[in-house]
């Protein structure tokens, strides 16, 4: 209990600094920003309290909104997409999930897949779509959370792989 408390910390923070140091100051193409922050809401343990999981993704996504003075997108968004991760995870991982036995990182790959895109596009909408907040900018708003979306999972992806290797 307290390593997991100790190592859900360590992440918290170096995901953040992580973010808010180098991340944020990255724009491909102008509109494609990786957002690996959410990782600690993907990788938060299945048996943790949810209570915790909400309020830890809700201040950590307004410690990004500070950095970033974004004004409160980062902190609902992150907050969508925990309260959104159980159903991701019974949809990706079933009867596993049911019987709290999910270690993300030693699952299939194909569930790691399904539960990391469908977690990152919940999240990178509700972004996407409060920060532009314009129906007059419809694409600019697609646009920005597909190509978002599939460059932060297949970075959080990669991350797993390589986090999964090791403990393999």
């Known amino acids: 209990m ?11 923070v170096a995901l953040l600094l ?8 990255i724009a491909l193409f102008g509109y494609i920003v990786p957002f690996l922050y959410v990782i600690y809401i993907l990788r938060f343990p299945v048996s943790g309290n949810r209570t915790v999981l909400l309020l830890s993704s809700f201040f950590l996504g307004l410690l990004v909104d500070v950095f970033s003075n974004t004004g409160g997108v980062h902190a609902v968004a992150s907050v969508c997409m925990a309260y959104s991760r159980p159903f991701f995870l019974k949809t990706s991982f079933g009867i596993s999930y049911e019987y709290n036995v999910v270690k993300i990182i030693e699952m299939p790959l194909g569930g790691i897949i399904t539960y990391v895109l469908g977690a990152v596009l919940v999240h990178h909408s ?5 920060e532009i907040f314009s129906t007059d900018h419809l694409l600019l708003i697609l646009k920005s959370t ?3 979306v599939g460059f932060s999972s297949l970075l959080i992806l990669i991350s797993f792989i390589l986090l999964g290797s090791k403990k393999r």
């Not at 390593?3 to 360590?10: A, C, G, K, M, P």
């Not at 992580?18 to 100051?25: R, Y």
Request: a positive charge; proline letters at 0%; one cysteine or more.
């Open 146 to 148: 597909l190509f978002s």
């Open 18 to 25: 992580l973010q808010v140091l180098l991340l944020n100051n």
């Open 2 to 12: 307290k390593n997991e408390v100790i190592s859900n910390s360590v992440r918290f």
């Open 126 to 130: 509700v972004l996407f779509c409060l």
